[in-house]
């Protein structure tokens, strides 16, 4: 195998970004590097987020995003700046070669053209032996399927929120 692996975990259900994370964990435990980059996340206050210090030097999570979602039917150019920076942060983070970069919520920002899939796939071309990227989010590009070594789809069957269970800190952020 020439080059690191590249997994995605899409689909409409819950458990993307948590998976990815826990890959990143289990690499820690080992000692080795996982950098989560969040693509459309600017929130501070997610559990993953607050762990960094603790996780440290092995963890790693930057954040490119607005606090605010976005409008996908009508992203602001902010939108476009933050996904761009967090490409080229992801560039420079390869080349620490990492046991895990995880690109969160980047197959979501494909999908709706806020990061340009070939920039991805461009991205991919050039992953270390020693890593593995890890892609979440809903609505997978089907290029970027079609260069993955293993793709896991989240299927929704139900949720609390159906019961309007608000999202509950430590489990949903």
Do not use: C, W
């Amino acid at each position: 195998m020439a080059g690191g692996m590249v997994y995605i975990y899409t689909g409409e259900g819950e458990g993307k970004t948590t998976n990815a994370l826990g890959l990143a964990l289990r690499a820690v435990g080992h000692g080795y590097s996982a950098v989560i980059i969040q693509f459309m996340k600017g929130r501070k206050y997610i559990g993953e987020y607050k762990i960094k210090d603790r996780l440290a030097p092995e963890y790693e999570i930057h954040q490119f995003g607005r606090e605010e979602f976005i409008d996908f039917r009508n992203p602001v150019p902010l939108d476009y700046e933050l996904a761009g920076k967090g490409l080229e942060f992801a560039k420079e983070a390869l080349g620490k070669k990492p046991r895990i970069l995880v690109l969160d919520e980047i197959n979501l920002a494909a999908h709706f053209g806020i990061v340009k899939t070939e920039d991805i796939l461009k991205l991919l071309e050039d992953i270390p032996e020693e890593t593995t990227v890890i892609l979440t989010g809903r609505r997978a590009p089907e290029e970027l399927v079609e260069r993955a070594d293993l793709v896991t789809e989240m299927k929704f069957v139900k949720h609390p929120f159906e019961k309007k269970v608000p999202a509950r800190e430590g489990l949903e952020y």
